[in-house]
């Protein structure tokens, strides 16, 4: 079980380790809305050439606006969230990090490889990592706290990093909107508006440092069929109501089902579900045998996360877990 515990995803492993599970396979690892966005395809012309400079550009200024940013020069387009962090430990050269968690695995990753050290006391570190909502509890981190804490870290030079990736979900502008010189936020294209295949991300800040992250990460950061998705999906506004809505309707449904089970609800968001149960490693094994693959983790053996089903796997998902009980 401890190779599916460092991120979701990890379906073709599952496929290998239970073989003769039934098909499909339900992917519940990861925080992804199962009905995705219509996006379109690049063209024949774009996919078959580099992109321009100029695509990307507009395409960082629409989400500018749909993150709540009146200035697109602090929106830097990356492939992918994963991407965007990966960029920041060497970029902001701090070597004492305080990661606020149990959370996503990718920021400790990431600073080790830089080697820095992970501290626990905000006091010691130069750069604080929060991600907000939390993943996997869905905590959420208010606004003036935030404020405040990157106050005092910019006091002594030290910097804010706010992953926003599930933020969408609840149409929230990012923090980023208050032009703090020393906030750097992250945003997920792909958990939203179900693309994660896609890979895009975007990191938010200020525009020196969005300079700084550009020349690293060279001219052509993402593809012609990212930039197609994101230029359509952000500028459809009137999209995001009703998904909002669905997802807010099947994490309701999703609780009932989890707690028919047996399981507790520890937190989430319309995203995903964290649950626990005592006997939490007998049930992830129980269900990738019918071919459902959740999420366990080495911080807390009796957790499990579940991601929504897309719609025609809510029956399967629905027996797999009455027969749990």
Partial sequence: ?????????????????????????????????????????????ARSRLPFGSEIAALETVAAGAFGLDDPARVLATAGAEAGLRLLPQALGRRLVQIVGPTYSGHAAAWLLADARLVDVEDEAGAVVVVNPNNPDGRIHRRDELLALADRLAARG???????????????????????????????????YGLAGVRLGFLLGDPALIRRLRARQGDWPVSADAMAAGLAAYADTAWTTLPRARLTHAAGRLDK?????????????????????????????????????????????????????????????????????
């Fill in 1 to 45: 079980m401890a190779r599916f515990a460092g991120h979701g995803g990890r379906l073709d492993a599952a496929m290998q380790a239970w073989p003769d599970a039934p098909g499909p396979w339900i992917d519940l690892s990861t925080g992804i809305n199962p009905r995705p966005y219509p996006a379109p395809r690049a063209s024949r012309a």
């Fill in 158 to 192: 030290g910097w804010l990093i706010v992953d926003e990736s599930f933020a969408d979900a609840a149409d929230e502008p990012s923090i980023a909107t208050a032009a703090y010189p020393r906030i750097v936020a992250l945003r997920s294209f792909g958990k939203f």
């Fill in 257 to 325: 089902a989890l707690r028919a089970a047996g399981f507790g609800i520890v937190g989430g968001t319309s995203l995903f579900r964290l649950t626990q149960a005592r006997d939490a490693g007998a049930r992830f094994e129980a269900l990738c045998a019918y071919g459902i693959l959740t999420r366990p983790f080495d911080d807390d053996p009796t957790w499990l996360r579940f991601g929504l089903p897309p719609s025609w796997a809510w029956p399967r998902v629905e027996d797999a877990l009455r027969m749990l009980t």
